[in-house]
């Protein structure tokens, strides 16, 4: 199946710092999608971006949708606490959803 | 905004036993609803998708006579875990597409811990 490679693994930050990550993939997706999940929960929806070029904002968070269709990048300025936790790329190809392995963020007060 | 319910949030079972963890939508009919496996500082993995009242398709590698999905209607689906043994520990989460597929909504995942 499609293949979504996301980096980086693990970021450890300074509250106030921005954050940056991103999902590449081999194939093409209709959709892409981020989430957030903390610990023992499901993953809620961050942001999802329809078309190639898409940028799309939420808050502090801001994604793209790589023109390609094959990438995606989500960045989140003045990181804070709470912002703790594991951020999934999603792509849909169409239909079913398939995941990267996820960044793990950790922010320092 | 679409809510999905899933039960039980945790549960513990003895080895051979089977487990069965219900996935509702609440406020949306779901015409298909996917499951996921997620072992420790993993990803999300999909196991199946099924959809209202046909077979679910299982994705390569998942055993269907193990992992018994029922989507028997448009607000209910079930993943029952048969003879469960202590590698099918694991946290289990189901999401579900409704008619507008504006993304998907998740439930909050069940932990299954198999003795």
């Known amino acids: 199946g499609q293949q979504l490679n996301q980096s980086p693994q693990s970021m450890f930050i300074q509250e106030g710092e921005d954050v940056s990550m991103n999902c590449t993939s081999s194939?093409?997706?209709?959709?892409w999608l981020w989430y957030k999940q903390e610990p023992g929960e499901g993953p809620v929806l961050l942001i999802a971006l329809y078309k190639a070029g898409e940028l799309t904002s939420n808050g502090r968070l801001t994604a793209q949708f790589g023109i390609t269709r094959k990438d995606s990048f989500l960045n989140i300025s003045a990181s804070i606490p709470s912002d703790v936790g594991i951020y999934f790329c999603?792509?849909?190809?169409?239909?079913?959803?398939?995941f990267g392995a996820g960044t793990r963020l950790t922010v320092k007060p | 905004g679409a809510v999905v319910s899933q039960h039980p949030s945790w549960v513990i079972c003895k080895s051979g036993t089977s487990v069965k963890i219900e996935c509702r939508s609440l406020d949306f009919q779901a015409t298909t609803m996917f499951w996921y496996r997620q072992f420790p500082k993993q990803s999300l993995m999909l196991m199946a998708t099924?959809?209202?009242?046909?077979?679910?398709?299982?994705e390569q590698g998942v055993e269907k006579d193990k992992f018994l999905i029922n989507h028997a209607s448009l607000t209910l689906s079930t993943l029952t875990v048969t003879s469960a043994h202590p590698e099918d520990s694991s946290f289990y989460i189901c999401?579900?597409?409704?008619?507008?597929?504006?993304?998907?909504?998740f439930g909050s995942g069940t932990r299954l811990t198999v003795v």
């Open positions: 999603a792509g849909q190809p169409p239909v079913d959803m398939r």
């Open positions: 099924s959809n209202e009242g046909s077979k679910a398709t299982y």
């Open positions: 999401s579900a597409l409704g008619q507008s597929d504006y993304g998907y909504t």
């Open positions: 194939s093409i997706f209709n959709t």
